[in-house]
């Protein structure tokens, strides 16, 4: 607890992001991981693999450290490991940290944040769960909305908050209550922004799908929901609910 003080007391203060490429640092000296730390393992038995996360195997929850250790000349800043720990836009790490800052009220759980860059091909693993107190960044693959990619080519390009328009929905949300429905265990969003208010309305939730698998080339498309594969839903569940920052981001609107 005393670590996850330290890094709110750091964003509160420390922070200054712009929303740019990975050339401009920002000072987050007081929470350090080693430069290129792995992906965290999200499998059931920690003790036979500790290197990446994989879409195949059965993820579970890890709790994050309590703090980071290492030698303070050899570590970067928390934004640095997540940009070298994954593909994620350091647009979106920015918008996503600005976002964290300013509304920490609506943010109860700071151990993770999801981005989500809907822009990228679902081919790639584009689900970027975000561990705040050591930088490691899990990536799986997800699915978007059908009508988001009317074409199927695996681009999303068009997005709604209509109820029906079985599209998904872009910005910040917050991460709620679990619930077992049709897809098992699932966990709800609420939007943060006026683009994504219905989603709740919508049922638009985080849920396992057999459509999400990375022997495709493509995934399926969902009717709207951030659907990731049935082998991870249950680790990213248990890292994410009851209030994780979730942000779907897209270069071009964002």
Known sequence: MAFLKNFVFAVMIGLTFVACGKSQKVNLDTVMVPAGA??????????????????NRDPASIPPADTASGDQGSMVSLREAILNNSDVSAKA?????????NNQSKIKNKNYMVIFDIGQHSGKKRFYMINLKTGAVTTMHTAHGKNSDADNDGYASDFSNVSGSNKSSLGFMVTAETYIGKHGESLKLDGLESRNSNVRAR???????????????KMGRSFGC???????????????????LFYIFNNKYD
């Open 203 to 217: 049922a638009i939730v985080v849920h396992g799908a057999s459509y999400v698998n990375p022997s495709l080339s």
């Open 38 to 55: 792995p992906e965290e393992d999200l499998s059931v038995d920690t003790s036979t693999d500790t290197s990446t996360a994989d879409d």
């Open 93 to 101: 790490v920015d918008n996503a940290f600005n976002y964290f800052n």
């Open 226 to 244: 951030p659907a990731v594969a049935d082998a991870n839903i249950k680790g990213v569940i248990a890292n994410i609910k009851n209030g994780a």
